[in-house]
Each structure stands twice: as structure tokens, then as C-alpha cells.
DNA sequence: TGAATTTGGTTGTATATACAAGTTGATCGG
DNA sequence: CCGATCAACTTGTATATACAACCAAATTCA
């Protein structure tokens, strides 16, 4: 059922697929084989060929008539909503460098608002690290976060250069649901230190709240200067199922 | 390959299943029948049967596991991806008053961006409004926006005090699609004026790009001030698939 | 010329089948 | 009593096939 790399035949064909897309030997909006064409380049049955073009149209990547072909969708498709995930998975897919660099990593008594949002007491320990986040050696984002110390015991032994804080929760405390908010402002001293920003610099701060199936894990502010960040989103409208 | 009413066999079988969960008769984390029963109670291939549970899978609405079966996730799924709309739904939904104020509805020459994000060519005629969101009587959003005159001919005509541009857009070019980017910037004087904000406000600009059917409909900045506006969002993760 | 039709290619839906991979519970053997 | 094995069932992957729906371009016909 699978072939020589131990993948599945249909995320063979899919990688294939990406990496034409991703070195532009297939340009945006041009036609791609058909799935008859993959189905016989491939060795496998056409159903399976096409299981590999249906994934990457739900993804985004391409579109598809009937009757016409299956087309490179426009490169900003690829992130949906999800995009709003971890900085580093965001840089390493643009084919940047990421660097994390620990500020701070210790318990603290814990402030009024993540107190609320975590439902811990009021000055009960917590757990707060503070880190830069680094593209191609420029400041991009500062995440400074809370963490609920009941959920995640050994939070403060881990090395947050190696792994980010969002990979390392993700391993222990498997993600059940996530609240964003974003908002613009203008950045805190701290931030602006280390982001290397001027205090006129907008910036976009994401305020992200995590939950694991034991309840709150997580409180953090994630902010980035707004001349070097955006956020992207792409949304598919289903016509009615 | 229809059944009786006209509805693809795997849609059917969708239908059932949605309605068993609206009705509670299957609640939160049962498990539901597996694609053998399925299959044989409306008659169809096991693969049409999975293709149903699949789909639901797909958007959340149940979670499976190999070797054991399949079952009904939370409910919070639904919501998620609608959260970035309508500001003016926004507003009525969190019960205050909304009004809208036209500045400006003309014909102009397409400057080069919106060429580009319309496919049109550069100075052809773009429709464009200018229009004022307020929330109590106070300047939340500025909203402006190009429109593709070969999509949507009769968009001067309309009055946009009375019904937004996106509720009209969405009534005669169904949405199929739309691409956001968020951004935190400086207000320009136009911005500034409209909102009543300093210069220094920093402020949440979407850019929105929306298609219907036959392409690209329109393009629009809206942009709200940081103190007044924030985008809340809730992402429920599913579990692994 | 121009409108209608045919033809070939493409995606969409559906079936029947086979085996792989994973979980659960029962059975068997010590 | 406990552990290992086995059997039954579930979802996951893959194949081969058939026909439907749709589109575009070529062909035919008036």
C-alpha cells in the first residue's frame, strides 16, 4: 500500500504536485495534468490520483472544473484560517530562517487578566516566558505567554530555542480549542526594545487563549510590528451541502 | 445516480446523519453507525457511505478513529469560519445601533492595485463607494470599496444607507470565495478625518478581496480604529482524523 | 457564414472488491 | 488469576470499472 518512502500513494502524488508549484515550473492559474495523466505518470488508479487533486482543492492550492482541468490556484489560498497558528511554521513556509531567542522564563505571581483567563487565583504562581521570534535575523514577533502550571508541570525545564512553546504545548497538551483576538496597537516599551521598532510603529497583537481537554492552558500576546506582518486568509465558501 | 429528490446519494446520507445530531437523537461523543451500516440501510457502497462520514468529518461535525468507529464531535465547530464578516451584522449582534453614512459612489479609472486584484485593465472604469460605519452614532469603520462593473452593472443605483454593499453584493454575486489580509497601519488623512481619530491612532486595516461565480467582484479596505475595534475569533481544533 | 451537432477529453458520482491497520473483547493456556 | 493469542469489527488505502455531467473545439449542415 505504499511505496518505497513509506508514504502513501497519494501523498506521493501530492508532494509532487507542491513541489512543481513551489519552484513555479507550474505557474499560477495554468492547467495541471489530468488525473488520467497522474493516474498513468504514477502507476496508481485514477481514483487515487484523483484523492490527491480533491485534498489540495480543499486546501486551497488548486481549483478545479468540471470538464476543464485542474488549475494552480493563487499562491496567497494556501493559508486559511488556521494560518493563525504557530510564527515559526509560518516563517519556515515562506522559506525564511526562524530563530527564537529566550528573554525570560520563570514563575510569577500571577496578573489580574490571566488570572481570569486561565482561572487560576490572583497571584497564584505562574508559569511566563517572553521570546523573539527572528526572520532572517530581523525581529518579527514578541510572544509573551502564561502558562497554566497545573496543566503543564514542566513547562520551565524545557529549552525554548530548540522548540517553540507552541510546539512543545501542542506535544503535552494536545490543542481542543483555541480564542484569537486581534487587535492594533502601539507598542509598550518592552516590545518595542526588542522587536527594534519606533514608538510610532503600529503594531498587530494577536491575544491567543488555548485549551486542552483539561480546561485553559495558555494566555499569550503575540505581537508583531505591522510594516513587517500581516495575516493572511484565505476562505472557501462551500455552496450549500 | 440521483436518488428520488433530485440530491446526489452521499448528500443524502449527509442530510440523515446532521439531522440524527440535530435532534439529539445521536448526542455529543456517540458513537454513530459505522459505514457497513450505513451503506446497507440506504442502500448504497460502503465507499459512497464513507465519503458522507468523511465530508462531516472534514468540517468538524464528527471525528473518527480507526479500529473503532465514528462519532459526534462538539458543537462548536460551526461558527468558526464566518467570524470575520459583515460589520454591520457585527454590530446588531452585539445589540448596538448601526448606521452608515455614504460619502462617496462613482465611476472612477482603476488605479493599478485594484486593476490587478479585479483583473481589469488599469484606468478602465471601476466602480467605487466610500462609505462610513458608525456604531451609536459613533465612526467605527471606513469602508472603501471597488466593484467590477462587468460583475455587478447596477452598483451606482443602489443605496447604501439603506442596505450595505456587502448584503447587496452578496445578494446579486453569491460569494464563492474571499481572501483577507490583516493588517495594523497608520491612518492617512482620509481615514483619520472620517474616524475622528488622531494621527497616531494606530488602526486594523482588512483588506478584502471577494469572488463570485465568474471572478473577481471587489476590493475593499476597511478600516477601523485600534481603541474601538478588535476581530474576535473561535477556532475549534478537531481532533486527529 | 453561422448555427446546430458531434466528438473527445475532463471532472463528478457510484459500485464492488481487496487488503492493511488499528481497537476491542473473548478465548485459551499457563 | 493473569497474560498471550485470536477473532470480529472498524476505519484507511487502493484498484478497476462504469456511467453522468460538463466543456471546448472541431465538424457538419443549412
Not at 487515487?48 to 468540471?66: C, D, I, K, S
Request: glycine residues 4%.
Amino acid at each position: 500500500m505504499e511505496n518505497s518512502s513509506g508514504q502513501k500513494k497519494f501523498a506521493t502524488i501530492k508532494d509532487y504536485i507542491l513541489s512543481q508549484i513551489e519552484t513555479a515550473a507550474w505557474p499560477e492559474h495554468s492547467r495541471i495534468p489530468s488525473e488520467n495523466e497522474l493516474a498513468t505518470q504514477f502507476s496508481v488508479s485514477r481514483m487515487t490520483a484523483r484523492r490527491a487533486l480533491q485534498e489540495l482543492t480543499e486546501q486551497g492550492v488548486l481549483y478545479r472544473t468540471q470538464g476543464v482541468g485542474s488549475f494552480v490556484a493563487s499562491p496567497k489560498s494556501q493559508s486559511s484560517l488556521l494560518e493563525i497558528r504557530n510564527i515559526a511554521d509560518e516563517i519556515q513556509r515562506r522559506g525564511h530562517f526562524h530563530k527564537a531567542e529566550l528573554v525570560q522564563l520563570t514563575s510569577l505571581p500571577c496578573p489580574g487578566v490571566v488570572a481570569t483567563a486561565l482561572g487560576l487565583s490572583r497571584n497564584a504562581p505562574v508559569f511566563f516566558s517572553l521570546i523573539v521570534h527572528y526572520e532572517n535575523q530581523q525581529p518579527l514577533q514578541l510572544e509573551a505567554r502564561y502558562v497554566n502550571p497545573q496543566q503543564v508541570p514542566d513547562y520551565l525545564a524545557q529549552d525554548f530555542v530548540l522548540q517553540t512553546p507552541h510546539e512543545y504545548l501542542s506535544a503535552v497538551a494536545p490543542l481542543t480549542d483555541a480564542e484569537h483576538i486581534v487587535e492594533a496597537v502601539l507598542p509598550d516599551d518592552l516590545t518595542r526594545q526588542h522587536l527594534k521598532i519606533p514608538a510610532s510603529e503600529p503594531c498587530l497583537r494577536l491575544t491567543r487563549r488555548t485549551f486542552s481537554r483539561g480546561g485553559a492552558v495558555s494566555f499569550a500576546y503575540l505581537t508583531s510590528a505591522g510594516s513587517r506582518y500581516r495575516l493572511g486568509g484565505h476562505l472557501s465558501i462551500k455552496p450549500k451541502t
